[in-house]
């Protein structure tokens, strides 16, 4: 057995010991997290030995669309991974100002893509760029901190693009997004490589596919397999298990 295969069975078995014994005290999700002093980029919450990151404000929505993106992090080359079909219904979770919602919408012509964001402020500027480019099946959504505020039942696939370690409460909006979709549905999670000192990107910003692995399977996705095809972050597939 592999090294990294040994490490995520280790992580897998302590996360049922944890979830047993959630189960048998009748602990809440919140006892899931530990509160601590925060690190310079975190906030002082700490999620299966991980430390949330700050999350990036609506000001810094220029980065999301700078030039030099569509090489750093080939957006083309994610949606195309994806491998939706025209009708798909597909959430763009933590979307900005749309850099991916817009590839999205594209790739689903008679489907439809829901940009979610927490921040009001990145929403507006998104609403008025789909009404600039008269896209007809992309819609924003105001999510909060623990819900994705998502139909149920509703979504053939999501997208989380550098947004999943920032979010405040991973266990219920990841709950939240397992109710969202359909059986055999699917999330893409893409997270600039933890295991990689060489990229520079914050630690906190990072995530390794251990780490992922253990905290989507905490909610009951299936992790099917990691893609190398992106330049510097993880293309993880994780999956909605169909009963029977």
């Known amino acids: 057995m592999s090294c990294r295969r040994s490490t995520i069975l280790l992580a897998g078995l302590c996360l049922l010991a944890v979830l047993s014994a959630q189960a048998e005290s009748g602990l809440s999700a919140d006892d899931l997290y530990t509160v601590h002093a925060p690190s310079r980029d975190g906030i002082g919450k700490t999620y ?44 763009d979770i933590g979307a900005g100002t749309g850099y991916f919602t817009f590839r999205i919408a594209e790739a689903v012509p008679t489907g439809r893509v829901y940009a979610v964001d ?15 480019r008269a896209i007809a099946n992309a819609t924003p959504v105001l999510g ?22 920032e979010f ?20 893409f999670l893409i997270e600039y490589r933890g295991e990689d000192p060489r990229i520079p990107i914050k630690p906190l910003h990072k995530m390794t596919q251990a780490q992922a692995i253990t905290e989507l399977e905490a909610v009951g996705l299936r992790w099917v397999e990691t893609l190398d095809i992106l330049p510097t972050q993880h293309f993880m597939v994780f999956e909605e298990p169909v009963e029977g």
């Open 168 to 187: 405040a409460y991973p266990f219920e909006m990841m709950q939240g997004i397992r109710r969202a979709l359909r059986p055999g549905g699917r999330v």
């Open 48 to 91: 299966f030995g991980r430390e949330i990151s700050q999350v990036m404000g609506h000001q810094g929505a220029a980065w999301l669309e700078r030039r030099t993106r569509v090489v750093e992090e080939t957006p083309d080359r994610v949606v195309e991974g994806m491998g939706l079909a025209p009708d798909a219904q597909v959430a």
């Open 144 to 165: 909060a901190e623990d819900d994705p505020n998502l139909p149920s039942d509703s979504l053939d696939a999501v997208l989380l693009v550098d947004a999943y370690h």
């Open 118 to 132: 927490v921040q009001s402020e990145m929403l507006e500027v998104l609403h008025k760029r789909i009404e600039r």
